[in-house]
């Protein structure tokens, strides 16, 4: 037994915690944890084990490809990840961008023959299949909503994906774990993330109205024009402020059922970057088999549709 494994096992002893299993990929993937909210956002992503054999008709083992533990409030041990073997440790945090993290870093030791996991969203447009890699740096602009505006567009993921040998990519996650601000470029789904579960959203935020006024213009269900104005502005504010506020949501809230899943062939691959360059320039996106690109999303000006404009001519 590892020295991360007795001091996250001591932390757990005579505590209030959670123990789930889950599935990722296929893999039973088994969490031990102090945090309600890390196990509430762990246990919305992932179908479990039931869910799976239901979905897919398949079984897992019992015993799971790899554990990871998530204690909280473990005395002299500073905040952080790490993996060893088939464990991945997160101490005294609850922040589930952390957990999901370490989560997909230890999925990916186990498919090192038969796929890869890499950090990216993918959309089908017209029958054409587009995928991004998002590097850590990049937060904004992201394609995935410009996309998703234009005609015959289709949800596959975004977020973290699993690529086969001849490039098939599917999602991992069942949900989607996105920065609030997004509604801030597209107030139109503003009125449909409300009933999302949200993290790290600041208590106040600032000025709202124009923002509010043009998702009100979307609000067919009047989930923002039937709350005090006062209210819908202080939502908006709260959620539109920080780029480190997240949200967890079914797809379909978004998109639409019909929208949304299923497996892609990636016809065209853009690596995401900022910085000094041209806007686009071709070259191999790993592990894509097909045309690739690095997409300067800094050299583009306006409006994050910009990005998916871009995509959607190049392939």
């Given at each position: 037994?590892?020295?991360?494994?007795?001091?996250?096992?001591?932390?757990?002893?005579?505590r209030?915690?959670?123990?789930?299993?889950?599935v990722?990929?296929?893999?039973?993937?088994?969490?031990?944890?102090?945090?309600?909210?890390?196990?509430?956002?762990?246990?919305d992503?992932?179908?479990?084990?039931?869910?799976?054999?239901?979905?897919?008709?398949k079984d897992?083992?019992?015993?799971?490809?790899?554990?990871?533990?998530?204690?909280?409030?473990?005395?002299?041990?500073?905040?952080?990840?790490?993996?060893?073997?088939?464990?991945?440790?997160?101490?005294?945090?609850?922040?589930?961008?952390?957990?999901?993290?370490?989560?997909?870093?230890?999925?990916?030791?186990?498919?090192?023959?038969?796929?890869?996991?890499?950090?990216?969203?993918?959309?089908?447009?017209?029958?054409?299949?587009?995928?991004?890699?998002?590097?850590?740096?990049?937060?904004?602009?992201?394609?995935?909503?410009?996309?998703?505006?234009?005609p015959?567009?289709?949800?596959v993921?975004?977020?973290?994906?699993?690529?086969?040998?001849?490039g098939?990519?599917?999602?991992?996650e069942?949900?989607?774990?996105?920065?609030?601000?997004?509604?801030?470029?597209?107030?139109?789904?503003?009125?449909?993330?409300?009933?999302?579960?949200?993290?790290?959203?600041p208590?106040?935020?600032?000025?709202?109205?124009?923002?509010?006024?043009?998702?009100?213009?979307?609000?067919?269900?009047?989930?923002?024009?039937?709350?005090?104005?006062?209210?819908?502005?202080?939502i908006?504010?709260?959620?539109?402020?920080?780029?480190?506020?997240?949200?967890?949501?079914?797809?379909?809230?978004?998109?639409?059922?019909?929208?949304?899943?299923?497996?892609?062939?990636?016809?065209?691959?853009?690596s995401?970057?900022?910085?000094?360059?041209?806007?686009?320039?071709?070259?191999?996106?790993?592990?894509?088999?097909?045309?690739?690109?690095?997409?300067?999303v800094g050299?583009?000006?306006?409006?994050?549709?910009?990005?998916?404009?871009?995509?959607?001519?190049?392939?």
């Open positions: 037994m590892s020295h991360a494994t007795r001091l996250a096992r001591r932390a757990l002893e005579g209030e915690s959670f123990i789930h299993d889950a990722l990929a296929g893999r039973r993937a088994r969490l031990f944890t102090t945090s309600h909210h890390l196990h509430d956002f762990f246990h992503n992932f179908p479990t084990v039931a869910e799976w054999k239901a979905a897919t008709g897992v083992p019992a015993e799971p490809a790899f554990t990871l533990w998530a204690p909280t409030g473990v005395a002299d041990v500073p905040e952080g990840s790490c993996v060893s073997g088939k464990e991945g440790f997160l101490f005294n945090t609850s922040w589930y961008n952390d957990l999901r993290a370490l989560a997909m870093e230890c999925l990916s030791r186990t498919l090192v023959l038969e796929g890869y996991v890499v950090h990216a969203g993918a959309a089908e447009v017209a029958g054409r299949g587009f995928v991004w890699r998002y590097p850590k740096e990049v937060i904004h602009p992201t394609p995935t909503w410009g996309l998703l505006e234009l015959e567009s289709k949800l993921a975004d977020g973290w994906v699993v690529v086969d040998a001849e098939r990519v599917q999602a991992i069942r949900r989607l774990y996105l920065r609030t601000s997004l509604v801030a470029s597209y107030p139109a789904l503003l009125p449909r993330i409300l009933n999302a579960k949200f993290e790290n959203v208590a106040r935020g600032g000025d709202s109205s124009a923002i509010l006024n043009e998702a009100l213009r979307f609000d067919s269900a009047r989930a923002l024009s039937n709350l005090p104005r006062e209210r819908a502005l202080e908006t504010a709260r959620l539109t402020v920080s780029h480190e506020s997240r949200m967890m949501i079914d797809p379909a809230a978004l998109v639409g059922r019909s929208r949304v899943g299923g497996t892609m062939k990636a016809d065209a691959a853009f995401l970057k900022e910085g000094a360059g041209a806007a686009l320039e071709a070259g191999a996106v790993e592990p894509f088999p097909c045309k690739g690109f690095t997409l300067n050299a583009l000006r306006g409006h994050p549709r910009e990005v998916a404009k871009l995509i959607a001519r190049s392939a």
